[in-house]
T-cell receptor, first 113, second 116 residues
Framework: RKEVEQDPGPFNVPEGATVAFNCTYS??????FFWYRQDCRKEPKLLMS???SGNEDGRFTAQLNRASQYISLLIRDSKLSDSATYLC??????????????FGQGTILTVHP | DTGVSQDPRHKITKRGQNVTFRCDPI?????LYWYRQTLGQGPEFLTY????????KSRLLSDRFSAERPKGSFSTLEIQRTEQGDSAMYLC??????????????FGPGTRLLVL
């Protein structure tokens, strides 16, 4: 089983749609969680951190369910510029593993006019 | 530009040659990471440094790979006797340690390696 699993998609949605991505992780001791965005042939960039209480940043909402080891990202009112690959990222706990980010394979989103 | 920089951005080499990549982290970031990303996959951890100390290496980092950060600032990643399977994007990231939820890794633009 992969440490971080995502549905690779692709998701093709019209502008204005709401789209949700899901992610599961295997290490129950993991400490911190993130969504990164990666444009084609570019480096990953932090979209948002994910906190236990859930958090929102404009049109983006992230949720964490530690009991189910499940992370989600909701994008409302999709824009053409949201087209990218969304990477679910987990930071495992403790010791020298801290900081060794584990990435899912990414979910491809294409927003069309 | 005060972000993470990497050099070169692209490298084409023949199988069996040695290559070296450089990463300059954000100044004052004492943690530096190397990742490798192949097509259709997320980045995979290779190794990381805190200051000049290399604290962890992935099993992906075979004997042909070596990384250094001699003065705790820039880092180099060398691949000896390259193989076609080494073709990938090599990403460098840096961070400034803080509280668990606050440490963010910032990525450089990557070095895209093609081994012919």
């Amino acid at each position: 089983r992969k440490e971080v699993e995502q549905d690779p998609g692709p998701f093709n949605v019209p502008e204005g749609a709401t789209v949700a991505f899901n992610c599961t992780y295997s290490n129950s001791a993991s400490q911190s969680f993130f969504w990164y965005r990666q444009d084609c042939r570019k480096e990953p960039k932090l979209l948002m951190s994910v906190y236990s209480s859930g958090n929102e940043d404009g049109r983006f909402t992230a949720q964490l369910n530690r009991a189910s080891q499940y992370i989600s990202l909701l994008i409302r009112d999709s824009k053409l510029s949201d087209s990218a690959t969304y990477l679910c990222v987990v930071n495992p706990a403790g010791g020298t593993s801290y900081g060794k980010l584990t990435f899912g394979q990414g979910t491809i989103l294409t927003v069309h006019p | 530009d005060t972000g993470v920089s990497q050099d070169p951005r692209h490298k084409i080499t023949k199988r069996g040659q040695n290559v070296t990549f450089r990463c300059d982290p954000i100044s004052e970031h004492n943690r530096l990471y190397w990742y490798r990303q192949t097509l259709g996959q997320g980045p995979e951890f290779l190794t990381y440094f805190q200051n000049e100390a290399q604290l962890e290496k992935s099993r992906l980092l075979s004997d042909r790979f070596s990384a250094e950060r001699p003065k705790g600032s820039f880092s180099t990643l060398e691949i000896q006797r390259t193989e076609q399977g080494d073709s990938a994007m090599y990403l460098c990231a840096s961070s400034q340690p803080g509280l668990v939820a606050q440490e963010t890794q910032y990525f450089g633009p990557g070095t895209r390696l093609l081994v012919l």
